[in-house]
């Protein structure tokens, strides 16, 4: 992620990640406030950045016994956009390297009418190393997340008050 700070602003995806993942405190207590439900405490997700709107990137722990990486990363947006974004960690890097963010990801069947995703060499460099194996387009990786988890949209509406 060193990598994706040092390019924030220069190639047009309005996404900023942390250095460690949101306290489970601070999970809970905005996870609440996002939902209107006092009842949830966010557990299952991993804040790890966000966009400029306050929307949160997150790993969702949906599949059990399984290691971080291989999490879904999803958006909760500022506004209540949601969207599982990648599959899993190694695919959310390739999503970066092709120029695309959580929210562009997220919101990509309506994009902003002056954005072009770019292509970032140093993230494709990352990618490259540490996820080889799953190298594939923006589009290729946001139709497979949205093929495998096709319920998450409504799995947090019902979470919402």
Same mark, same amino acid.
């Given at each position: 992620?060193? %990598? /994706? !700070?040092?390019?924030?602003?220069?190639?047009?995806? $309005?996404?900023?990640?942390?250095?460690?993942?949101?306290?489970?405190?601070? =999970?809970?207590?905005?996870? /609440?406030? *996002?939902?209107?439900?006092?009842?949830?405490?966010?557990?299952?997700? /991993?804040?790890?950045?966000? $966009?400029?709107?306050?929307?949160?990137?997150?790993?969702?722990?949906?599949?059990?016994? /399984?290691?971080?990486?291989?999490?879904?990363?999803?958006?909760?947006?500022?506004?209540?956009?949601?969207?599982?974004?990648?599959?899993?960690?190694?695919?959310?890097? *390739?999503?970066?390297?092709?120029?695309?963010?959580? *929210?562009?990801?997220? =919101?990509? $069947?309506? &994009?902003?009418? $002056?954005?072009? &995703?770019?292509?970032?060499?140093?993230?494709?460099? %990352?990618?490259?190393?540490?996820? &080889?194996?799953?190298?594939?387009?923006?589009?290729? !990786? !946001?139709?497979?997340?949205?093929?495998?988890? &096709?319920?998450?949209?409504?799995? !947090?509406?019902?979470?919402?008050?």
């Amino acid at each position: 992620m060193a %990598v /994706r !700070i040092e390019c924030i602003g220069e190639d047009g995806v $309005d996404f900023e990640p942390y250095e460690c993942f949101l306290s489970a405190d601070e =999970t809970t207590g905005w996870f /609440r406030a *996002w939902t209107g439900n006092t009842e949830v405490n966010g557990d299952e997700f /991993r804040v790890f950045g966000q $966009d400029g709107t306050g929307g949160y990137a997150a790993l969702w722990l949906v599949r059990p016994g /399984r290691e971080l990486a291989q999490q879904p990363v999803v958006l909760l947006g500022s506004e209540g956009e949601t969207g599982v974004v990648a599959s899993n960690l190694a695919s959310f890097l *390739w999503l970066l390297a092709d120029g695309f963010g959580p *929210w562009e990801a997220a =919101t990509s $069947d309506e &994009p902003e009418p $002056d954005w072009a &995703p770019q292509v970032n060499r140093g993230l494709a460099a %990352v990618a490259e190393r540490f996820a &080889p194996d799953h190298r594939a387009s923006a589009a290729a !990786i !946001i139709a497979q997340a949205a093929h495998e988890f &096709p319920d998450f949209e409504d799995t !947090i509406e019902k979470l919402c008050r």
